[in-house]
Nanobody
Framework: QVQLVESGGGLVQPGGSLRLTCAASGRIRSGYAMGWYRQAPGKERELVARIATGTRTNYADSVKGRFLISTNSARTTVYLQMNDLKPEDTAVYYC?????????WGQGTQVTVSS
């Protein structure tokens, strides 16, 4: 099994920044991607950013140029640097590890953007 623990959420004013962290532990084998998803009240969960093997990344159009996904060298921790935050970024943010040997989710961390 794989465990994912997110941290770094909170309340921030519009235009502010936050950095989310997701630490993975457990039986992690090779060949997986890690990503961040979010779910706002009344909406479906959506992809925010994902980093696959190597450094291939993809982002939701709504966050391009504002958010940056990265990992540590061991690829056991994934970060999401969020800049110029907007009220519409308010959501619970989830970390996900997906692979051919299973998909795993973290418990989520709340991000609220409000003045």
């Amino acid at each position: 099994q794989v465990q994912l623990v997110e941290s770094g959420g909170g309340l921030v004013q519009p235009g502010g920044s936050l950095r989310l962290t997701c630490a993975a532990s457990g039986r992690i084998r090779s060949g997986y991607a890690m990503g961040w998803y979010r779910q706002a009240p009344g909406k479906e969960r959506e992809l925010v950013a994902r980093i696959a093997t190597g450094t291939r990344t993809n982002y939701a159009d709504s966050v391009k140029g504002r958010f940056l996904i990265s990992t540590n060298s061991a690829r056991t921790t994934v970060y999401l640097q969020m800049n110029d935050l907007k009220p519409e970024d308010t959501a619970v943010y989830y970390c996900k590890l997906d692979s051919h040997w299973g998909d795993f989710w973290g418990q989520g961390t709340q991000v609220t953007v409000s003045s």
